[in-house]
């Protein structure tokens, strides 16, 4: 199949050398001039474990190609994937410019009938005004359908993600559309989820809320735990073990962050409002959220008291493991804290500095874990990369002017740091 894909960021770009991969011509469209000419010669704006080989495999098998002329994509397919950015606006609410100044380029470009597929996570009834602007802006009379099919890959694993998702889900309101959309996905043997467009924009919004909602609650019993000398740790695997609660995203730490689900929630929450319904659980959620990133400093303030001019050195400062994505990352709340109690802030990431230092300043970045850890207070965990770990503690300690690890993601055995000879303190734990 032709497919044009709208939006080459970490959605577009993997959904596009996927769906190379499994054998269909994709262009993919930006409208970032400097992304697309880097992307043709080869260089990948994202870090994303695999993407570059198969983004590679796909430019030199001529199944992949890329093009910042909206036209000449639109033209060139029957099959339209919108993935813009749809970020959140000051009020919470989900930023829909981008999908309307697509949906618009696409009317004023199309000339046979095309399936408008909206990829990005939107609110409910975004699709009714997709097809709103496209009628409004179509200069002859050509058919179109409008689909949802949201996006669920994770950053860090999203081409294993994409290519053996837990279920796909397809909203639609024609059998054209929902017989393409089968076709294209029929390669991933997947199951799929076929349903009306506004209940697929409604899944979307749900999953990534109910999965903050657990990270949430995990660290409201954190705090009950952190008063009674409970361990969360435990309290969690003891939960996670019953399949109707399931393991996954029951780990307290110092919140959630990222592109997706602080503006999931959020576009929810407003979403909800709108339509006259107060989603109070949701803001509780997000209420919780904030407090667990402010926790994390109270910590650090409580095991070093005076911050002016002490040195901390942060351990991790991606959103999560296995990507450079700073956006809404929580290491970024907390460096900005502790930054405005005077404190001296050292960092190392594997990935994330180099889009880190765009959004931080005064910070000094190193190489590795050991150059961090020279002349620090303490250290704090706040991203778990596999490569922590694994650390020389005995030459970590030689380094530190303090033995202190804050674990704020409770990746260490307390027992083995504290028999190291560290005062460890982590989320929830005694
Ligand atoms: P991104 O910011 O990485 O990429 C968006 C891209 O769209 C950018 O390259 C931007 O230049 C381009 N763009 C914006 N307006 C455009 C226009 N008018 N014409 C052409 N290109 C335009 O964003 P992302 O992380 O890929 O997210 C895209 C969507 O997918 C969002 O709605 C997001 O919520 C959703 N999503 C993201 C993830 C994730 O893990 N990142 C997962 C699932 C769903």
């Not at 010669?41 to 993407?51: A, H, M, R, T």
């Not at 999953?207 to 969690?236: H, M, P, W, Y």
Request: contains cysteine.
């Amino acid at each position: 199949m032709n497919i044009s894909i709208i939006g080459t960021g970490y959605v577009g770009l993997v959904t596009g050398a996927c769906f190379a991969e499994l054998g269909n011509k994709v262009h993919c469209v930006d409208n970032d001039k400097a992304k697309i000419n880097a992307l043709k010669k080869g260089s990948i704006p994202i870090y994303e474990p695999g993407l570059e080989e198969l983004v590679d495999k796909n430019i030199k098998r001529r199944r992949l190609s890329f093009t910042s002329s909206i036209s000449n994509g639109i033209e060139k397919s029957v099959v339209i994937f919108i993935a813009v950015g749809t970020p959140s606006r000051e009020n919470g609410e989900a930023d829909l410019g981008g999908i309307e100044n697509v949906a618009r380029s696409i009317a004023m470009n199309m000339k046979e009938y095309k399936l408008i597929v909206e990829k990005s996570t939107v609110p409910v009834e975004t699709g009714l005004w997709v097809q709103r602007t496209i009628q409004a802006n179509i200069k002859r009379k050509i058919r179109f359908d409008v689909a949802s099919n949201p996006e669920f890959l994770r950053e860090g694993s999203a081409i294993s993600d994409f290519m053996h998702p837990d279920r796909i889900v397809i909203g639609v309101e024609s059998t054209k559309a929902r017989d393409i959309l089968l076709d294209l996905y029929r390669p991933l043997n997947a199951s799929i989820v076929v349903t009306g467009i506004k209940s697929a924009e409604l899944i979307k919004h749900a999953s990534n809320s109910f999965l903050a909602t657990k990270i949430s609650f995990i660290n409201a019993v954190s705090q009950v735990c952190e008063r009674t000398g409970a361990d969360v740790v435990k309290v969690a695997e003891g939960m996670g073990l019953d399949k109707r609660i399931g393991g996954q995203f029951l780990n307290a730490g110092v919140g959630y962050g990222g592109s997706c689900f602080p503006k999931d929630v959020d576009a929810f929450i407003t979403i909800s409002d709108k339509l006259g319904y107060n989603f109070e659980l949701l803001k509780s959620v997000k209420r919780i959220n904030e407090q667990q990133k402010k926790f994390m400093v109270k910590k650090i303030k409580e095991a070093l008291w005076i911050l002016k001019n002490k040195t901390i050195g942060i351990l991790g400062l991606s959103f999560k493991p296995n990507t450079d994505d700073m956006r809404c990352a929580p290491s970024l709340d907390i460096i900005k804290e502790l930054q405005a109690e005077e404190a001296k802030i050292k960092a190392y990431d594997p990935f994330a500095t180099k889009k880190a230092s765009l959004y931080l300043t005064n910070v000094q970045f190193t190489n590795d874990a050991y150059s961090l850890a020279r002349g620090c207070d303490c250290l704090v965990v706040i991203t778990e990369w596999d490569e922590f770990k694994e650390l020389d503690f005995l030459r970590i300690k030689k380094l530190l002017k303090r033995p202190l690890i804050i674990d704020g993601r409770n990746i260490y055995d307390p027992n083995k740091l504290k028999k190291l000879g560290f005062e460890y303190i982590s989320v929830g734990r005694p």
